[in-house]
């Protein structure tokens, strides 16, 4: 079984709709962040989440809320979806014992709004 | 603020050929480097990491130094096979845990 999973894997919705996209990870990790990948600009980071009663912003953060409803769970969400965020997102987890930075990803979620 | 360079693709090769990938740095302080491969339709996965100065990084056939003169990790691998086609990420972390990302570049190797 994957160590990061991320539903749903596809989603298409409506201008305006509220969505969920949900995280939830085996790893044990306390540390767990929120990317969206567009064509030609890498990832760029939403949300992280350094244990259940953290959270920060990322570079990119406006029209997007995050949950940290658990060590293993994270959920994204767009309050009311646009076009401009089409995109790919993926979930990660790193670990905050010892001094790796390595980061471990989901495989992703793409949502198209229309 | 922290970023990343990377060579812009997409590349094409030959099975067998040469691949380098360039990638620079800017951080202010002393960070590790990450090359990320993503496959199609997956997401991204570890390839090597150095975590300081003059450290090589190496899995699969694919190596990488890290350069502090010349604030680089450049990726290379000898003889690429079909299988090695891919999105290639280079990434820095400043020790914040964030992980900053460059543009991706997509590599195609034909037989």
């Known amino acids: 079984d994957a160590d990061v999973t991320q539903t749903p894997r596809n989603r298409i919705t409506k201008t305006g709709k509220r969505i969920m996209l949900e995280c939830s990870q085996t790893?044990?990790?306390?540390?767990m962040y929120w990317y969206r990948q567009d064509p030609g600009l890498g990832l760029q980071l939403i949300y992280y989440?350094?244990?259940?009663?953290?959270?920060n912003k990322g570079e990119i953060s406006d029209g997007y809320s995050v949950s940290r409803q658990a060590q293993a769970k994270f959920s994204l969400s767009l309050e009311s979806a646009i076009p401009n965020q089409t995109a790919l997102y993926f979930c990660?987890?790193?670990?905050?014992?010892?001094?790796?930075?390595?980061?471990?990803f989901g495989p992703g979620t793409r949502l198209t709004v229309l | 603020g922290d970023s990343v360079t990377q060579m812009e693709g997409p590349v094409t090769l030959s099975e067998e050929a040469c691949l380098t990938i360039?990638?620079?740095?800017?951080?202010?302080?002393?960070?590790?480097l990450f090359w990320y491969v993503q496959y199609p339709g997956e997401g991204l996965q570890l390839l090597l990491k150095?975590?300081?100065?003059?450290d090589k990084g190496s899995n699969k056939g694919f190596e990488a130094t890290y350069r502090k003169e010349t604030t680089s990790f450049h990726l290379e691998k000898g003889s690429v096979q079909v299988s090695d086609s891919a999105v290639y990420f280079c990434?820095?972390?400043?020790?914040?845990?964030?992980?900053?990302f460059g543009a991706g570049t997509t590599v195609t190797v034909r037989a």
């Open positions: 150095a975590t300081k100065a003059d």
């Open positions: 360039n990638c620079t740095y800017t951080a202010t302080g002393y960070p590790s």
């Open positions: 990434a820095l972390s400043d020790h914040d845990y964030k992980l900053s």
């Open positions: 990660a987890t790193s670990d905050n014992r010892g001094s790796t930075d390595t980061q471990y």
């Open positions: 989440s350094f244990d259940v009663k953290d959270i």
């Open positions: 790893k044990g990790h306390d540390r």
